[in-house]
């Protein structure tokens, strides 16, 4: 199957600094990007779309100046959490998709996120 | 809008069967998918319906009926390796064909 990359697997930072998550597809293109978010125990809240080459498309209460996405090119799309918070502190999934070629969504192992 | 509802937690005994049930109300119905995740890890793709009916793959089997907004995922043979979540995801026309997620149901099992 395809597979989808995201890096870091982890990581610490402090209250007001900004991180970036990458998510990569490494055998396919992906025309079509999400990003997903998870609390402890909780299901997977989509947080934005992102189709290559154009703005992301965020849910209701997602924050855009907050969540910054980028999908520069068919094979990449990053989340910059910026001013992060202790609240920002969640497991973050992408998964991608090629539309033309399949009905399916390919995760990558995610990225937990710790803001001290 | 969707909904998706799902038992929060099911117990069930190794070897034995198991049905997870699920149910959604969504105006732009366009296919149904079940995934399994261990905690700590991603989500990975069990099955798709769009179509009413029965799907089987090993184990595990998926039916669909649409006319009532109804799916439940069947886990054969039960192994300890199944205790995880499993969550029920609806994609929606009306909304970009965006996989919505139910919020999933635990499974426990017991030796």
Known sequence: ?116 | GQNIDQPTEMTATEGAIVQINCTYQTSGFNGLFWYQQHAGEAPTFLSYNVLDGLEEKGRFSSFLSRSKGYSYLLLKELQMKDSASYLCAVRDRNRDDKIIFGKGTRLHILP
């Open chain 1, 1 to 116: 199957g395809a597979v989808v990359s995201q890096h870091p697997s982890w990581v610490i930072c402090k209250s007001g600094t900004s991180v970036k998550i990458e998510c990569r597809s490494l055998d396919f293109q992906a025309t079509t990007m999400f990003w997903y978010r998870q609390f402890p125990k909780q299901s997977l809240m989509l947080m934005a779309t992102s189709n290559e080459g154009s703005k992301a498309t965020y849910e209701q209460g997602v924050e855009k100046d907050k969540f910054l996405i980028n999908h520069a090119s068919l094979t990449l799309s990053t989340l910059t959490v910026t001013s992060a918070h202790p609240e920002d502190s969640s497991f973050y999934i992408c998964s991608a998709t090629n539309h033309r070629e399949s009905y399916e969504q390919y995760f990558g192992p995610g990225t937990r996120l710790t803001v001290t």
